[in-house]
Nanobody, 117 residues
């Protein structure tokens, strides 16, 4: 069974940091493009960061310089290090796995990140 399980969310003050983890099983992790998305009620789901099978990365402009995505193929886990958090970063963060030129994708259940004073 394919599973993506996010963890690491929580409540932090503006300027704080969190590290999210997404542990996967049931997929050939090393050949998958991994990504983090986020969603706030009333807004569309937004791509936050992406890392390819060759470890190339790209980020949403709103998080460049603050967030870092990484992957550990041996642990079949993708991470999102979030620094200098802002209230606008508040959202449910979702882990995503897909293959290039394939329509199907897998999603985790999400983890809540709340940035508030």
């Amino acid at each position: 069974q394919v599973q993506l399980v996010e963890s690491g969310g929580g409540l932090v003050q503006p300027g704080g940091s969190l590290r999210l983890s997404c542990a996967t099983s049931g997929i050939s992790f090393s050949i998958y493009i991994m990504a983090w998305y986020r969603q706030t009620p009333g807004r569309e789901r937004e791509l936050v960061a992406q890392i390819t099978s060759s470890a190339a990365t790209n980020y949403a402009d709103s998080v460049k310089g603050r967030f870092t995505i990484s992957r550990d193929n041996a642990k079949r886990t993708v991470y999102l290090e979030m620094n200098t958090l802002k209230p606008d970063d508040t959202a449910v963060y979702y882990c995503n796995a897909k293959r290039s030129n394939y329509e199907s994708a897998f999603w985790g259940q999400g983890t809540q990140v709340t940035v508030s004073s």
